[in-house]
């Protein structure tokens, strides 16, 4: 398949979890023409029931293939991945790349044999997390928790708003105060939002705590996919979709422009 040089990539989350994976994209690929899309009207999915999250996201990504013609999609969501994925790339005739919990990185790094994920409530129950942690972590204790609180601190982040501490904290209590927690010495940032209030974490945690999330692998996923496919000469100016426009995504604005996202439209 040919594919012209200002065929851009396409990222798609709820909200803005995704930049966490679209900024590492942007180190690895520098020049790649980019659209950011979130479902701003479905937003969260982490409280939404399976089937909304199975019927929405492949029909959005349909749509947005449709209008941006990108030559690769990235569901920068790990709920939407661990539900859709595999219908989406059904729909699809081009690559669709997935963001799955960064479970086995943690299995190999973790010395207590007990790490955390920390997802959305969605993601956290799901079947798909079951088989990572049994294929990948099968002699570790895999504490869940999940947290709805921490997306709406990581949107409030990039509007800049004041945060509260308290959110963080909790959320961090939710796996310590599981049997276990005492000798945990990793957190999976299982949903793309957190990695955005990883300092925020850090900061309420009683003791040093190590952060994995996969915005790393997924670049190098992308750069794999694409390798020998052209660019353009220079950086490109990308654009952000939102579901819905409102004075949120305005007060967004000044995030999206340091992702590189000048440009803001609809869907």
Not at 70 to 84: D, E, H
Not at 102 to 122: E, H, M, W, Y
Request: proline share 9%; aromatic share 6%.
């Amino acid at each position: 398949m040919t594919v012209a040089p200002q065929a851009p990539l396409l990222f798609f989350d709820s909200g803005v979890g995704g930049l966490s994976i679209l900024a590492p994209a942007q180190a690895a690929l520098p020049h790649a023409p980019v659209v950011y899309a979130a479902d701003s009207a479905g937003f969260p999915y982490g409280t939404r029931s399976e089937a909304e999250i199975a019927a929405r996201v492949p029909a959005l990504l349909g749509r947005l293939v449709e209008r941006y013609r990108p030559r690769l999609a990235v569901i920068a969501c790990n709920t939407a991945s661990t539900i859709a994925l595999s219908a989406v790339r059904a729909a699809l005739d081009i690559p669709v790349v997935g963001t799955v919990p960064a479970i086995k990185p943690a299995a190999l790094l973790s010395q207590s044999r007990v790490f955390g994920v920390l997802g959305t409530d969605a993601t956290v129950r799901q079947p798909y997390v079951d088989r990572l942690a049994a294929e990948h972590g099968s002699d570790c204790t895999v504490l869940r928790h999940g947290s709805a609180a921490l997306v709406q601190l990581a949107e409030a982040k990039l509007r800049g708003e004041p945060l509260d501490p308290a959110v963080a904290r909790d959320a961090l209590a939710g796996l310590f105060d599981q049997p276990g927690g005492d000798r945990m010495d990793i957190v999976v940032l299982a949903c793309t939002h957190f990695p955005l209030v990883e300092a925020e974490l850090a900061a309420a945690s009683p003791r040093p705590l190590r952060f994995v999330h996969g915005g790393e692998g997924i670049a190098r996923r992308i750069a794999y996919l694409t390798q020998g496919q052209p660019w353009p000469s220079e950086p490109q100016p990308g654009t952000a979709v939102f579901t819905r426009l409102d004075e949120s995504v305005e007060r967004l604005r000044p995030a999206l422009e340091s992702y590189g996202l000048p440009r803001i439209e609809g869907l």
